[in-house]
């Protein structure tokens, strides 16, 4: 007998995707179904949904008491592109089916309409089993979207086991909401849905092994470090994968040279490329990029600290591509307007752009104050990009120090504009070894970057659960 896996969140990559959980959620049950796992995912059918690219179908209706009476959504049907891995969508016109994923860019949970969302969607998945006839082994929740689900199922029911990719994303349910859902909780003006997720979940997870100690302490813990901390014993973490079928710099149709570890030299092509497209001066030194959220998690107001000074004496070039606060934004904005050979970049979400920064800088930037595990620094390396990471994190669990044996990238400790300044400092010094550079660059390419072994440890994990 199949083991069966129920997954729910509220990304799914390519169907709908803001960030790193979509990627992990579209990615890691293809490496589970490879394992032999009946894996299947419930998310939400969104305004945004892009019916003729990945068109879905009405498999059952169902009725979901909200505000005392019964709301009737549809139960839509399709699997993630290139796979067999069913995904069950709810769509709901009032509740779900309103707009994009998320309310807000940074994808931080802002609106009570948002948080609704996710409330319904969750009180949806626990009707669906009997629906879809599929009776799950273990119920795996993703972020504080998915964690009221633990709230909803009535026992005796499968095992839950809750992924933390984020702790920083909380969703404070009002009570006016948490009465329409028809939760009662004693006493609580404003309720903490992720918190009330990791009270209850039967296991925790995280995204790296790093991230799960630090998040059992302020300030990672985000106000949750007590639970967590109380909790260690159910805790654990397991780094992400990339896929990489679709980052391949070998086959990505996406750049303007593929390339691999044994043909480097064509890399260069895709660096004079991207320097074409963004109008900047075709001149000999290093390109560095960033592909990011742009939120006060990703350390963008050190990084146009710490670069506009290399812009102005060393001629370093800077590419850039994200979404999120305002001000982060400008910040950007502001140098590719002052320097306009030197700094280009877009406001927005592009994944052929993306691609195209991947491959043609020579550096990627990731100074995070936290970073539970990170996609663009694997992404990078499998580009034979060197990241320049802090040592936060998965980025510290996946991004070793060229200083040492087998280094990959560049890893600072401090968050300031100083120790990432030291570290671009010391990047520079690399790019001037040709030799050293080369091979760092192709030891980055040989980390072991798949699904494979992270699924391994998911499949033992599902397994101690239904001991
Ligand atoms: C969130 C985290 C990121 C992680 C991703 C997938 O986006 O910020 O660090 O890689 O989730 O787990």
Redesign the pocket.
Same mark, same amino acid.
């Given at each position: 007998m199949k083991i069966k896996i129920l997954f729910v969140a509220s990304e799914v990559t390519p169907l709908a995707k803001v960030?790193? =959980?979509g #990627?992990?959620v579209g990615a890691l049950p293809k490496a589970l179904s490879k394992l032999g796992v009946d894996v299947r995912i419930i998310t939400g059918y969104y305004g945004t949904h892009d019916e003729k690219t990945y068109p879905t179908s009405v498999i059952g209706k169902i009725f979901v008491p909200w505000n005392s009476e019964p709301l009737p959504a549809k139960i839509r049907k399709t699997v993630i592109p290139k796979s067999r891995v069913p995904v069950y969508l709810i769509d709901q016109p009032q509740v779900v089916s309103t707009g994009g994923i998320y309310d807000s860019p940074t994808a931080i949970a802002g609106s009570e309409a948002e948080v609704e969302r996710f409330l319904f969607i969750s009180k949806a998945a626990v009707l669906l089993p009997e629906i879809i006839k599929f009776k799950p082994d273990v119920w795996h929740l993703h #972020?504080w979207h998915a964690a009221p689900v633990t709230l909803f199922l009535k026992p005796p029911h499968a095992p839950t086991l809750l992924?933390i990719?984020?702790l920083?994303n909380q969703g404070w349910a009002s009570s006016a909401t948490i009465a329409r859902a028809g939760l009662s909780v004693s006493g609580a003006k404003n309720f903490n849905l992720f918190r009330a997720g990791l009270e209850k979940a039967d296991y925790l997870s995280t995204?790296s092994p790093t991230?799960a100690k630090e998040i059992q302490s302020a300030p990672g813990g985000e106000g949750l470090e007590d639970i967590l901390r109380r909790r260690r014993q159910e805790l654990t973490g397991i780094v992400?994968g990339i896929d990489t079928q679709v980052f391949n710099p070998a086959t990505d149709r996406c750049i303007a040279r593929r390339y691999d570890a044994r043909h480097l030299e064509r890399k260069f092509l895709n660096t004079t490329a991207l320097r074409r497209l963004g109008g900047l001066d075709d001149i000999p030194g290093p390109v560095f990029g960033i592909v990011s959220?742009f939120t006060n998690?990703k350390g963008v107001d050190i990084l146009s600290q710490a670069i506009e000074p290399f812009i102005k004496s060393k001629r370093l070039q800077f590419v850039f591509l994200g979404q999120g606060e305002k001000s982060l934004e400008d910040l950007c904005l502001g140098l590719a307007k002052l320097y306009p050979k030197f700094c280009f970049g877009k406001i927005g979400f592009d994944a052929v752009l993306a691609q195209k920064i991947y491959a043609g800088s020579d550096f990627f930037l990731m100074p995070?104050r936290f970073?539970?595990?990170? =996609?663009g620094q694997l992404i990078a390396m499998r580009y034979g990009t060197i990241p320049i990471v802090r040592a936060t994190?998965?980025l510290k669990d996946t991004v070793v120090d060229i200083a040492q044996l087998g280094g990959t990238g560049l890893v600072f400790n401090d968050f300031s504009a100083a120790a990432l300044s030291n570290a671009i400092d010391r990047a520079l010094a690399l790019y001037g070894n040709r030799a050293k550079l080369k091979t760092v660059r192709r030891r980055a390419m040989r980390h072991d970057f798949s699904w494979e072994a992270s699924a391994k440890e998911y499949l033992k994990l599902y397994k101690h659960l239904m001991k």
């Open positions: 960030g790193g =959980l #990627d992990v #972020d992924t990719h984020n920083a995204v991230y992400n959220r998690q995070s970073e539970p595990c990170g =996609l994190g998965g």
